[in-house]
């Protein structure tokens, strides 16, 4: 179990080290200057000269790289270009919205996917499962933002029960931020929803042809006790991968729903980096997204260690 886990940390931080390359590479060889940007147009070239170097924009990139490489590894992602503070910060608080949002999609999910598609697995091929493989193709056509701008219509501005947009703050209460986040969520979890249902079904369905539920039934038990006790453990492994890509794809995804919305979240960050060439935020931002799905990826497979004998048996 140890070697296991000593080349699984080896894997990741060499992972993480080809993408911190590739993301700075190919975030610094974009078109425009970031010094042209910041002072406009009418700047004189001394004017740039000077801001270039002050902002190290005069080195070569693999002197850059090294200098930031080395900033992030003691916590230092640099200063924004356009809002002159700690990249580190940004990302912080940006992090006290975008990471609650995507724990509420991802609890929505699979409270809706799992049941729903573990009873389409019980009444396979009938009208149940009929309705959860319906739900399943529209929520998965459905664009989040379209829903979205779907829940803002009916919620906020004819019925006039949930906020249209904006985020008020933790501190105003638990309950006024939650409240504003509920719609948010729901427009993120209904596609992952109609993914998780797909997944949970045909997992569900093979482990109910095995021998060892079989032989739970053949022992008298309920149906219901033979597949949420017997069934539905042992097939945790592809639902449990498809909720730790989806908490992934939540937190990087969430740039359309947080800017319909106007949250203040992570994807509005990158979102505005990228519109006003703010480098050092984008590279960062990007740098967390990559590393937050490797690390989960990583956290997934240790999971799957401990959920099922049988891979730490071939493992070893």
Do not use: C
């Not at 700690?86 to 949002?101: C, F, Y």
């Not at 797909?198 to 309920?222: C, H, P, Q, W, Y």
């Amino acid at each position: 179990m140890i070697a296991i886990l000593i080349r699984r940390i080896v894997s990741l931080v060499v992972t993480l080290l080809v993408v911190s390359v590739l993301i700075f590479f190919v975030m610094n060889l974009l078109p425009g200057d970031p010094a042209a940007i910041m002072l406009g147009t009418s700047a004189s070239p001394d004017t740039l000269a000077a801001l270039r170097a002050e902002l190290g924009l005069d080195q070569p990139l693999p002197v850059r790289y090294l200098a930031w490489l080395t900033g992030v590894l003691h916590g230092d992602l640099g200063r924004s270009y356009t809002y002159g503070v700690p990249v580190a910060g940004l990302i912080a608080d940006r992090l006290a919205v975008t990471i609650p949002l995507a724990l509420i999609a991802v609890v929505i999910s699979v409270a809706i996917a799992v049941p729903l598609g573990v009873q389409a697995a019980r009444k396979h091929n009938g009208l149940f499962d009929v309705i959860a493989g319906f739900f399943s193709y529209i929520s998965i056509a459905l664009p989040a933002f379209w829903v979205g701008l779907l829940l803002i219509i009916v919620f906020s501005t004819m019925l006039g029960l949930m906020p249209a947009g904006g985020f008020p703050g933790w501190s105003e209460g638990f309950g006024e931020g939650l409240k504003a986040l509920v719609m948010p969520a729901i427009a993120l979890a209904l596609p992952q929803a109609g993914v998780l249902t797909r997944v949970a079904r045909a997992a569900v369905l093979e482990v109910m042809n095995e021998d060892f539920v079989r032989t739970a039934r053949a022992k008298g038990i309920s149906e219901n006790t033979a597949i949420w006790r017997h069934a539905v453990p042992n097939a945790l492994v592809p639902v449990v991968t498809m909720i730790g890509l989806q908490f992934t794809f939540l937190i990087a995804g969430a740039v359309l729903v947080e800017n319909v919305f106007n949250l203040p979240g992570l994807g509005r960050l990158a979102y505005q980096a990228l519109s006003q060439r703010d480098i050092v935020v984008m590279q960062d931002v990007v740098l967390f997204f990559s590393a937050l799905v490797i690390v989960m990826n990583f956290i997934v497979d240790l999971v799957y260690l401990l959920i099922d004998p049988r891979l730490r048996a071939g493992a070893r």
